[in-house]
């Protein structure tokens, strides 16, 4: 059964850091493009990152460059996001996705929604104090 699972949520205060964790089971990430996206209450999900499959290449949205870290662990078919100073803003239910190619796509944009084929079922971040 292909599965993703999002951990490592919770409520953190503002400065503070979570690392996210995307695990995947019934098949291999080695070909696939991974996204994190990101939906706030009343608000659309939004493209947070994205790394690429063949090179580990990464793109970030603006609104978390510099604070936030990509990375896969092929070997443990899972890919983290490491998030400091967090800010109240960052609150959302955090979702991963995988996109099947092996192009370093993440090397120049964050790929559309529509481009992922598997979600997990998301997980809680909360930023406040």
């Known amino acids: 059964q292909v599965q993703l699972v999002e951990s490592g949520g919770g409520l953190v205060q503002p400065g503070g850091s979570l690392r996210l964790s995307c695990a995947a089971s019934?098949?291999?990430?080695?070909?696939?493009?991974i996204g994190w996206f990101r939906q706030a209450p009343g608000k659309e999900r939004e493209g947070v990152s994205c790394?690429?499959?063949?090179?580990?290449?990464?793109y970030y949205a603006d609104s978390v460059k510099g604070r936030f870290t990509i990375s896969r662990d092929n070997a443990k078919n899972t890919v983290y996001l490491q998030m400091n100073s967090l800010k109240p803003e960052d609150t959302a239910v955090y979702y991963c996705?995988?996109?099947?190619?092996?192009?370093?796509?993440?090397?120049?944009?964050?790929?559309?929604?529509?481009?992922?084929?598997?979600w997990g079922q998301g997980t809680q971040v909360t930023v406040s104090s």
């Open positions: 790394i690429s499959s063949s090179d580990g290449s990464t």
């Open positions: 019934g098949f291999t990430l080695d070909y696939y493009a």
């Open positions: 996705a995988t996109a099947p190619t092996v192009i370093p796509v993440c090397l120049v944009r964050l790929l559309p929604m529509y481009e992922y084929d598997y």
